[in-house]
């Protein structure tokens, strides 16, 4: 199987959203998908975006997808690449794709003088963290993640 990645285009929309969904029904989490083609040709590829993405192609064939945006770290004074997403497609799994495509995004970590390459996995996913354990990324276990959003974003948001 020859494996190809290319950057994603605003054509692509439709293709990120199915791995979105496929990716949101693996986490346990489809019905929390609210995207929309119009909603990711905005968000990734409109004016002012600060998020990237790539295609992952098996013989020309969409397998999957990677989507990032630079974080930023104080201690370092540098960018990190910060990975949101990274999704195979079942039949492409095993094969190293996901190895490929964080090989891809590490190099373009290092092309442009990010300090990290960090991202979060699911504590259940031991398929992933595999992978991640034999390319000797290294769990954070001493931060701990916390997220406002929905209506407890817009409370808090509001209140005095």
Same mark, same amino acid.
């Given at each position: 199987?020859?494996?190809?990645?290319?950057?994603? @285009?605003?054509?692509?929309?439709?293709?990120?959203? %199915?791995?979105? !969904? &496929?990716?949101?029904?693996? #986490?346990?989490? +489809? /019905?929390?998908?609210?995207?929309?083609?119009? @909603?990711?040709?905005?968000?990734?590829?409109?004016? %002012?975006?600060? !998020? &990237?993405?790539?295609?992952? #192609?098996?013989? +020309? /064939?969409?397998?999957?997808?990677?989507?990032?945006?630079?974080?930023?770290?104080?201690?370092?004074?540098?960018?990190?690449?910060?990975?949101?997403?990274?999704?195979?497609?079942?039949?492409?799994?095993?094969?190293?794709?996901?190895?490929?495509?964080?090989?891809?995004?590490?190099?373009?970590?290092?092309?442009?003088?990010?300090?990290?390459?960090?991202?979060?996995?699911?504590?259940?996913?031991?398929?992933?963290?595999?992978?991640?354990?034999?390319?000797?990324?290294?769990?954070?276990?001493?931060?701990?993640?916390?997220?406002?959003?929905?209506?407890?974003?817009?409370?808090?948001?509001?209140?005095?």
């Amino acid at each position: 199987m020859n494996f190809t990645i290319r950057p994603a @285009t605003p054509e692509d929309a439709a293709t990120i959203l %199915g791995f979105i !969904t &496929e990716l949101a029904v693996y #986490e346990k989490a +489809g /019905h929390e998908v609210e995207a929309t083609e119009q @909603t990711i040709r905005t968000s990734i590829f409109g004016e %002012g975006s600060v !998020t &990237e993405a790539v295609i992952l #192609e098996a013989d +020309g /064939h969409p397998a999957g997808f990677a989507v990032w945006f630079h974080s930023y770290s104080t201690w370092q004074a540098k960018n990190g690449l910060y990975l949101e997403d990274l999704y195979v497609s079942p039949d492409y799994r095993g094969s190293g794709a996901g190895k490929l495509l964080l090989k891809h995004l590490a190099r373009i970590a290092v092309e442009r003088g990010c300090g990290r390459f960090e991202w979060s996995v699911l504590d259940w996913n031991t398929p992933a963290i595999r992978v991640y354990d034999a390319i000797g990324a290294e769990p954070q276990t001493e931060w701990i993640r916390y997220r406002l959003a929905g209506d407890k974003l817009e409370t808090f948001a509001r209140a005095d």
